[in-house]
T-cell receptor, first 116, second 109 residues
Framework: GAVVSQHPSRVICKSGTSVKIECRSL??????MFWYRQFPKQSLMLMAT?????????EQGVEKDKFLINHASLTLSTLTVTSAHPEDSSFYIC????????????FGAGSRLTVL | EDQVTQSPEALRLQEGESSSLNCSYT??????LFWYRQDPGKGPEFLFT???AGEEKEKERLKATLTKKESFLHITAPKPEDSATYLC??????????FGIGTKLQVIP
């Protein structure tokens, strides 16, 4: 089945630094990938839709300059958290549409970001 | 705006005690309803997609059903390894998927 690889799985950084998270579709091409953020005991919140070769579409309330998304190829999307602060600490999960008709979201394993 | 409400938020079952999880939804033009399983610290794992009212799908001890307003995930004779958070999600227009908060299931040996 479709596999989405995400890394790093855990990252700890100092406040003010930037962190990059990679998301790769291993055995299929993904023209569209999605980035989610998950807080404890809350729903997965869609942050942005990443489209290969074009600018990402951000959800309302998500800062474009804080969360930089690049989708340079059909198998790779990256999320860079710039000038991270403790409130950016969260679980970030990427996903891609797979399956016949591209109607199933396959998720990566997630990345736990802790900003000190 | 699409909405998904899951109940209960948490469920504790004895091993072998069957039960059901509920997912109520409102969506403009349902393209699909999804069930996922999520283990702590991991990304969601796909279980089922349902497309139209009356549809049912099964996988091992799990069975998902769909009506026009809600979906149920039935768990028959659960085992401790079924312990996880089960997420329900709907896809409406523009490929946007809206998730519920999930039901945290604990199966006690």
């Amino acid at each position: 089945g479709a596999v989405v690889s995400q890394h790093p799985s855990r990252v700890i950084c100092k406040s003010g630094t930037s962190v990059k998270i990679e998301c790769r579709s291993l055995d299929f091409q993904a023209t569209t990938m999605f980035w989610y953020r998950q807080f404890p005991k809350q729903s997965l919140m869609l942050m942005a839709t990443s489209n290969e070769g074009s600018k990402a579409t951000y959800e309302q309330g998500v800062e474009k300059d804080k969360f930089l998304i690049n989708h340079a190829s059909l198998t790779l999307s990256t999320l860079t958290v710039t000038s991270a602060h403790p409130e950016d600490s969260s679980f970030y999960i990427c996903s891609a549409l797979s399956g016949s008709g591209a109607n199933v979201l396959t998720f990566g394993a997630g990345s736990r970001l802790t900003v000190l | 705006e699409d909405q998904v409400t899951q109940s209960p938020e948490a469920l504790r079952l004895q091993e072998g005690e069957s039960s059901s999880l509920n997912c109520s939804y409102t969506v403009s033009g349902l393209r699909g309803l999804f069930w996922y399983r999520q283990d702590p610290g991991k990304g969601p794992e796909f279980l089922f997609t349902l497309y139209s009212a009356g549809e049912e799908k099964e996988k091992e001890r799990l069975k998902a059903t769909l009506t026009k307003k809600e979906s149920f995930l039935h768990i028959t004779a659960p085992k401790p390894e079924d312990s996880a958070t089960y997420l329900c999600a709907v896809s409406g227009g523009y490929q946007k998927v809206t998730f519920g908060i999930g039901t945290k299931l604990q199966v006690i040996p």
